[in-house]
């Protein structure tokens, strides 16, 4: 997709949520992965932490960042799976505002590419809760690369064209 040269890149706020119950930050090579890719694009880093697959930790966690006017995009990491202990889909909804279906749905188009019909497993979903975006990728370095150069990259790019996520953050919160 083109990037329009003549438009000013603005830069986003993201913070970056890792959701698992075996791993440390030390550990964490998918948010590890996020990291780079974000900061590598030109974004900044706003915060960062790891959390066990809890959906109230994971829902105050969120709104304390929801919160945070620093703060204006979210990535989780981790807990969008089919088992028991997955709950960031269910986190995520608990706190929306606005569900927005075509991301889990591209994100498993471009998945397939790559795992095939494994894809299915993945619950990968995103919202805007409060004026603040909010992103749930699959835990594995493989879906969050998948997911940042596949969509996220160019909708957080503001110079992205036809349309990006970024020119529409000033009107998140109109009524």
Known sequence: MPIDTTRRFTPVRIAVLTVSDT???????SGDTLVGLLTDAGHELADRTILRDDADQIVAQLNHWIDDASIDCILTTGGTGVTGRDVTPEAVERIATK??????ELFRWLSFQTIGTSTIQSRACACVARGTYIFALPGSTGAVKDAWNGIL????DSRHRPCNFVELMPRLLER
């Open 23 to 29: 791993r440390s930050l030390a550990e964490d090579r």
């Open 99 to 104: 569900m927005i279906p075509g991301f889990g």
């Open 153 to 156: 990259r160019d909708q957080l």
